[in-house]
């Protein structure tokens, strides 16, 4: 009889505990580091393509692979700077050989689609984890996204800003920059009527990539996009034909300056540190330099702001991004060091060490006391980098920007009206097909 009591309260005690197991599964870690990459155990030269233009600097670079190598002996970054207009053909020509010309190469957001499309580059999902994710913005990551895959890590956290003169707002009577773009059009209006200055407004609206980019800012004023969710143009109605509508208006009146229509982002930056113009909307970079007493004549009176919407489009109105991402090439043999290589480089350590240069894609490193300590802006930069919009995702996209800057770029001279220009583009995107 104790044998059988034994034995039985043995089994109740058994079920007890596979009944709580059951019920009460352990909780699954979340890892915050990447997932482990296989040991490079034989030395490895890795190839990196980077412009030389935007970002981060090339002495920078080299030093970050110089902390790199000390780190990795077995492996040295072999480095092809670049001018921007040159790093897209580079990649197809790399992606095109038997073996990779290059390893790693700095991605624009807007060949996301295309170097996806055609398999230039890995996807990377199987590397980033969800810590990760959590602490870069979704408007980042997702422009790296393409059919649910994500193409490369974000590196460089570049998007447009509102920069403007606040004495000489001051002067024509107002105390604060715009909060509408109706008040802001009504500033320029008062700024040139009372001969503070020629020309109220400048932007980089040359017929280059930046006028497709300013066009989809000033789209985003409007609250809307130029491609619907499905990427069909939609720019010949609504918000995209009240922005070029609207661009085309500050032509017309002389409140833009002429000279953008020959202009780009540096030069457009140019003008308004001199004290030329009052407004410009422009990259991050513009800050570093308009506060530099070697290079700007208005270090006291620049401000940085946010993008003003039109009435009866939510605050704030959208920013456009430019962000840049670093991607392995498809046909690679070094996979493994080419992943050690973007996890340094994009890490927070390494991105912490360069906040006076560049606003970080970490946000627990943009929400930091130093990041506000050396950026007083920073919540300018967050507020509009949270609401920046994309330019469109599509595989041929090349060919498809292409065709925006034109018709926008005949339009602003007044060769088309915004009407037919806009038409105009909808018409040869759609003959160019997917």
Not at 44 to 54: G, I, R, S
Not at 275 to 295: D, E, H, S
Not at 339 to 346: S, V
Not at 398 to 421: F, K, N, W, Y
Request: charged share 20%.
């Amino acid at each position: 009889m104790r044998r059988f009591t034994l034995l039985s309260l043995f089994i109740v005690l058994v079920l007890v505990v596979l009944t709580a197991c059951q019920a009460a599964p352990a909780p699954t870690a979340v890892s915050t580091k990447a997932p482990p990459t296989k040991a490079v155990s034989k030395p490895v030269t890795l190839n990196a393509l980077y412009m030389n233009q935007a970002g981060y600097s090339d002495k920078v670079l080299l030093d970050m692979a110089d902390k790199f190598h000390k780190a990795n002996p077995n492996i040295k970054i072999n480095f092809t700077f670049v001018k921007y207009d040159e790093l897209h053909d580079k990649i197809v020509t790399s992606a095109a050989a038997s073996t990779a010309t290059y390893d790693v190469i700095l991605l624009d957001l807007i060949w996301t689609a295309e170097f996806a499309h055609k398999g230039y580059v890995i996807p990377l999902d199987d590397k980033i984890t969800q810590q990760m994710r959590d602490d870069i913005a979704p408007a980042i990551f997702d422009a790296f996204v393409y059919k649910d895959k994500t193409w490369a890590f974000p590196f460089l956290a570049n998007f447009q800003c509102f920069f403007y003169n606040i004495d000489q707002l001051k002067q024509a009577g107002f105390s604060s920059p715009p909060a509408t773009l109706e008040e802001w059009y009504n500033q320029m209006v008062a700024l040139k009527k009372k001969g503070i200055v020629t020309y109220p407004y400048i932007d980089s609206w040359n017929q280059k990539e930046g006028l497709t980019c300013d066009y989809v800012r000033t789209t985003a004023q409007f609250g809307g996009d130029l491609f619907d969710k499905d990427g069909n143009p939609i720019m010949d109605r609504g918000a995209g034909l009240k922005a070029l509508q609207f661009m085309r208006k500050l032509v017309d009146e002389g409140l833009a300056d002429p000279a953008s229509m020959n202009t780009d982002e540096p030069g457009a930056m140019n003008a308004f540190v001199s004290g030329a113009v009052t407004f410009n909307t422009n990259w991050t970079f513009v800050r570093g330099n308009m506060l530099n007493p070697k290079v700007s004549k208005i270090v006291k009176s620049a401000r940085v702001g946010l993008i003003p919407p039109a009435k009866g489009v939510s605050a704030p109105a959208g920013s456009v991004s430019g962000f840049q991402g670093l991607a392995i090439m498809a046909n690679s043999k070094n996979k493994d060091a080419a992943w050690k290589w973007i996890q340094f480089a994009t890490s927070p350590e390494i991105q912490g060490q360069h906040l006076e240069s560049e606003f970080p894609v970490w946000t627990s490193l943009q929400d930091s006391a130093e990041e506000k300590r050396i950026n007083p802006d920073a919540g300018f930069y967050a507020t509009n980098l949270a609401n920046v919009h994309h330019r469109p995702k599509v595989p041929n996209y090349p060919q498809v920007s292409t065709i925006i800057m034109e018709d926008v770029h005949r339009c602003l001279l007044g060769e088309m009206s915004p009407e037919q220009a806009t038409k105009d583009m909808v018409t040869r995107i759609k003959a160019l097909g997917q």
